[in-house]
């Protein structure tokens, strides 16, 4: 069955880096059954978004700004990135609220304004290692998804993804069991159900590496998985991509 697999950069290449291992990937994922789709920094993201057009991949862009367009020096417009040729977003993203304070009421306005201008948002949620070990795993995710899906109404979430991502579990080496994350997954679809009416996709992501990820694609619950480090470099992509 096709999957979601998102590959989120961050800050981690440069334009040069980024190019190269698109040019490595692209012609080994031609064929791929899967969805994928590419987020690169925003610097790196229009020449990118070039580079992959006329594949079947997509580009997504890490963030964007609350609102389309005016003062707000720094900022990125979805409108813009809609422009440049990015399809998807990743918004909430735990860095982003722990470095950047993103708070659910910020991060639900950019949803509805990525929503308003046509891009697919990739909505990171997940509990930190202090919520889990106080077992608050649902209670905190049960929150975070009905703040972050406030006055989104059931037409509109057709293009929302779920990426459940435990904070404690990115870029640890220490990854969520996979049927625990499936259960979860199945906790976070029954949510959204009863908040908006449908039951959204839930992708996984915290330290998937080429050893765990089957496990997770198997899981019927897991609709795909975000990447970190393991987007970074060409052959684990593609294998992961091609399990
Ligand atoms: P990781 O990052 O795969 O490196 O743990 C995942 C993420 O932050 O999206």
């Known amino acids: 069955m096709s999957k979601t697999i998102i590959a989120n950069w961050k ?12 040019e490595k990937i692209l012609p ?12 690169p920094d925003f610097a790196s993201l229009g020449l990118s978004a070039i580079a992959v057009s006329g ?4 580009i997504g862009a890490q963030d964007c700004a609350d609102s389309l367009e005016g003062s707000f020096t720094g900022e990125v417009s979805a409108r813009v990135l809609r422009e440049i040729g990015a399809s998807y977003v990743i918004l909430g993203h735990s860095e ?23 891009l697919k948002v990739i909505l990171c949620l997940g509990e930190n290692i202090k919520e889990k070990k106080a077992k608050l795993t649902k209670k905190v995710l049960q929150v975070q998804l009905k703040n972050a899906l406030k ?12 990426a459940y991502e435990p904070v404690w579990a990115i870029g640890s080496g220490k990854a969520l069991e996979a049927q625990e994350a499936g259960e979860i997954a199945e906790f976070l679809k029954s949510k959204s159900l009863d908040l908006i009416g449908r039951r959204l996709e839930i992708l996984y992501g915290g330290s998937v590496s080429l050893n765990n990820a089957s ?27 091609s399990i």
Do not use: H, P, Y
């Open 11 to 22: 800050m981690n290449l440069s334009l040069n880096k980024s190019l190269i291992l698109l």
């Open 28 to 39: 080994a994922l031609e064929n791929n059954k899967n969805k994928i789709v590419i987020c």
């Open 55 to 58: 594949s079947k991949l997509f």
């Open 96 to 118: 982003r609220r722990i470095f950047q304070l993103e708070n659910d009421a910020l991060i639900n306005k950019k949803i509805k304004t990525a929503l308003g201008a046509g």
């Open 151 to 162: 006055g989104v109404d059931k037409k509109e979430s057709r293009n929302i993804l779920i």
């Open 215 to 241: 496990l997770f694609l198997k899981n019927k619950n897991i609709s795909g998985l975000l990447l970190g480090g393991a987007s970074l470099e060409a052959e684990k992509f593609i294998s992961i991509c």
